[in-house]
């Protein structure tokens, strides 16, 4: 197999397995399990780093208040979906999580039309069109707005907007989100221990180790994620960003048992059916691209 497209893949098969990790977790508040994600991430990033001695790219950061301001927002709307997909995990939600990465290249299209003043193309008005049809009719069948999906799909979205326009690369941004973030899941942390409801370390051994361990777990893939982007096209790249998605449905099915109704499976039927318009569509364009 190509290199690019294995490291692609086992990037997404790692991203589709989190809820099998995340569910190991589900006795600790989820506020609590970001805090712990983003410090022990900040601290395996640091260590990569050093490992790389790729530190050259901090001095003129420091000096760019714009940048830093940008990638504050970012660290921002990468918490806030970090915090609503380990809410949904640990409260019987996957199946609406993986709807929410699903929609996820929809609602860039849409933030391209918006935002970059992109110009869609009729395949992809009809895609759009649909995926916004099953979002209503998952509404309508459900009696409440699948908020958990949209706010996924929409916090991710506007995230990759503004890291497709940052400065710095997928490495580096992260250090910098989980450093400007650190502070703040220290403080938190702090504050916990002097109300003594530290939850670090844990009686069990085991979730001492998951807590520790959410700073590979969330680096390894990203890097993965990186390696793999540099290497493939981004017509087979958005082909192969569903089978993370697609992991999660089948574990929130058959793993979780979550309820998954005829109905239910209609909306997402709508959805579905809009990405293979929207991806064949890219898939041709790119093909006919000298």
Known sequence: M????????????CWGLFPLYFRQLGGIAPLDVVVHRIVWSAAFLLLVLAARRQWSWLHGVVRQPKVLGAFAVS???????????????????????????????????MLGYT?????????QWVAVMLAAAGVL??????????????????????????????????????????????PLALGILGWAAWRGRDVFPTPGGLTTVLLVGLGPV??????????????????????????GPSIQLVLGVWVFHEPFTPLRMAGFGLIWAAL???????WRTSSVRP
Request: glycine residues 8%; hydrophobic residues 60%; contains cysteine.
């Open 2 to 13: 190509h290199p690019g497209v294995l490291s692609a893949i086992l990037a997404y098969a």
């Open 75 to 109: 660290a921002l709307l990468l918490s806030a979906n970090w915090l609503v997909y380990i809410w949904a995990v640990a409260n019987d939600h996957v199946i609406d999580a993986s709807l929410g990465y699903f929609l996820t290249p929809l609602v860039n299209v």
């Open 218 to 243: 969330t680096a390894i893939p990203l890097l993965l994620f990186a390696a793999g982007a540099r290497r493939i096209r981004l017509a087979t790249l958005g082909l192969l960003q569903y089978i």
């Open 115 to 123: 935002v970059l003043h992109e110009r869609l193309r009729r395949a």
């Open 276 to 282: 293979l318009i929207y991806s064949a569509e890219g």
């Open 137 to 182: 009719w998952l509404g309508v069948q459900g009696g409440q707005v699948p908020w958990i999906a949209l706010v996924l799909a929409c916090t991710f979205g506007a995230y990759g907007l503004l890291r497709k326009t940052a400065a710095l690369g997928a490495l580096e941004g992260l250090v910098l989100e989980t450093m400007l973030l650190a």
